[in-house]
């Protein structure tokens, strides 16, 4: 794992940003992996800006997301699909038809599950996944567990996920109980990996991740069975 200390969370942005634009450049018609949260928010707009400069180009890009609850619809404003729309996709000149996130409105969220992972193992994997970090070392929906399911999956939502997520919804009743989420094992298929941390309240997952053994207890982890990550934090993040 390459680990790239920056000064705070814009420097954090501008060189996760630098990573992405180069993948592709080198690769116009590059297969991005993208996170929601606050965390590379951040980056999107660095990549927001690059591309109005006309320095990168979206037009052949084709995107797959890790995670959304279920069941949601796409236009609720807190489904993952409406963040994305929100913080990158409506700003750049991407064909939205090449965007993809797991169909929270799905019928049957077993099927969506089997289908996503088919649809992004055809695609041969992401050239780049970009990543956040949980507080408990999770990555996407994947949390700590005895055991975590490789494969794109539907799965319960934590107490303290719903309660959390209480404030955006009109009641906690509004929260999905569920979500759809990439496994570890759909991750680690990506080519390339950067995973994005920054403030304290990282810092003890971060330095989970680092030691560089592999467990449940922090998903995280699995990252070190990869020989391409390149961890992007802010000196809180690193130094606690
Ligand atoms: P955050 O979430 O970016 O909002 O901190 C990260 C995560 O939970 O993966």
Do not use: W
Not at 98 to 111: C, I, M, W, Y
Not at 172 to 192: C, H, N, R, W, Y
Not at 215 to 229: G, K, Q, R, Y
């Amino acid at each position: 794992m390459k680990v790239l200390v920056c000064k705070d969370y814009k420097e954090m942005s501008v060189e996760g940003a630098k990573i992405v634009a180069e993948v592709m450049t080198k690769k116009p018609n590059a297969i991005l992996g993208l996170a929601t949260g606050s965390t590379p928010v951040g980056m999107y707009q660095e990549l927001i800006a690059l591309n109005k400069a006309g320095k990168i180009d979206f037009k052949d890009i084709t995107t797959v997301n890790l995670d959304e609850y279920y069941p949601i619809e796409p236009t609720n404003d807190q489904s993952y699909r409406y963040f994305m729309n929100d913080n990158l996709f409506n700003h750049v000149n991407i064909d939205k038809n090449k965007t993809f996130v797991p169909l929270g409105n799905a019928k049957d969220g077993e099927e969506e599950a089997k289908r996503y992972e088919a649809f992004v193992r055809s695609l041969g994997g992401a050239d780049i996944q970009v990543l956040g970090i949980g507080r408990n070392g999770h990555i996407a929906f994947n949390e700590p567990d005895t055991e975590l399911v490789p494969v794109t999956h539907v799965t319960g939502l934590t107490e303290d996920t719903i309660d959390a997520n209480a404030r955006f919804f009109a009641s906690a009743d509004e929260v999905p109980k569920q979500a759809l989420t990439m496994g570890m094992g759909t991750i680690l298929s990506a080519k390339k990996i950067i995973i994005l941390a920054n403030g304290k309240g990282k810092h003890d997952a971060v330095m989970k991740m680092l030691k560089g053994t592999v467990t449940t207890s922090c998903p995280a982890s699995f990252l070190n069975l990869h020989d391409d990550v390149t961890v992007l934090c802010d000196e809180d993040a690193y130094k606690g």
